[in-house]
């Protein structure tokens, strides 16, 4: 990506050192992040625009009902909304560390603490007349991130990304060899905490896909498609506060709450992927 004088509004309060990375970009486009799930999917129309590597990574997904109005206002109405019972749609604000992400596969490889927050989707018309097709998993709503390569290229793709560089992700190992796990975001709409503990041990990595989609307007519709070798998902106990998170708060009926204690209301998997972030018609 190269840099205009001034900067523009986007880049205002990067440190030089992200200011450094960002030059160093020139045909910024996409990344990933992951969860579970199998789809076969076709190529991309105009092929990867960037491939992502994050390994060594974290993450904790916390799924709400939303009503239905509200979450079809936020998505297009070629997307079939996942509806379970069909008075509501599932949200999905999935948290994610990661100690080693890279892009292209240039280094330097940097860690990443990132979120991604959509409404559930099962089908996509690809033109207002066409059969619907199998999309899987969620249209997105919003991402943060603080790494600023992983930022770059995805706004370069024209993914509804900020900048934060300021989130946080940690891990503590308890006395009793458990883990807890925690999330601190600051950007607009999306400043919350989450604080996680898993509720069980996890078994052997297993390979998934999953897609993210988002309406990219006249160029057509992104895909960030990731290959995941990751653990099944497991149950995990959730303290959240979307309170201040505009983009979460004004879809739930309860943006606080003590503890989601189900595979359903959220869970937990260790592992790692590669993101392809495509173009499709």
């Known amino acids: 990506m190269y840099l205009a004088v001034p900067r523009p509004a986007w880049m205002r309060g990067l440190t030089a050192a992200c200011v450094t990375t960002l030059c160093a970009l020139t045909a910024a486009s996409a990344a990933a992040a992951a969860t579970s799930g199998r789809e076969d999917l076709p190529p991309g129309r105009d092929g990867v625009l960037a491939t992502t590597e994050e390994a060594d990574c974290y993450e904790v997904t916390t799924v709400r009902s939303v009503p239905i109005d509200k979450a079809r206002a936020l998505v297009p109405d070629r997307y079939t909304l996942a509806q379970t019972p069909t008075t509501t749609a599932r949200m999905w604000i999935i948290n994610i560390h990661c100690d080693r992400t890279s892009v292209d596969d240039h280094p330097p490889q940097r860690t990443s603490t990132t979120t991604y927050v959509g409404i559930r989707v099962s089908a996509r018309k690809a033109t207002p007349t066409a ?111 979307f309170s201040d998170a505009s983009t979460v708060a004004s879809l739930l009926t309860e943006p606080r709450f003590e503890d989601i204690n189900a595979v359903f209301g959220g869970n937990f998997i260790r592992g790692g992927w590669t993101g392809h972030i495509e173009l499709l018609d």
């Open 131 to 241: 059969d619907p097709t199998p999309t899987g998993f969620m249209y997105l709503l919003s991402i943060a991130t603080n790494n600023p390569v992983l930022f770059a290229h995805y706004r370069a793709a024209g993914l509804p990304v900020q900048f934060d560089r300021r989130a946080t992700s940690s891990e503590t190992v308890n006395a009793d060899n458990t883990s807890t796990l925690a999330w601190a975001f600051t950007a607009e709409g999306l400043d919350y905490t989450v604080s996680a503990q898993p509720a069980a041990q996890l078994g052997a990595l297993e390979p998934s896909t999953t897609s993210y989609w988002y309406d990219n307007g006249p160029r057509g519709d992104l895909r960030i498609r990731f290959e995941n070798l990751a653990t099944v998902a497991s149950r995990v106990h959730i303290v959240a506060d």
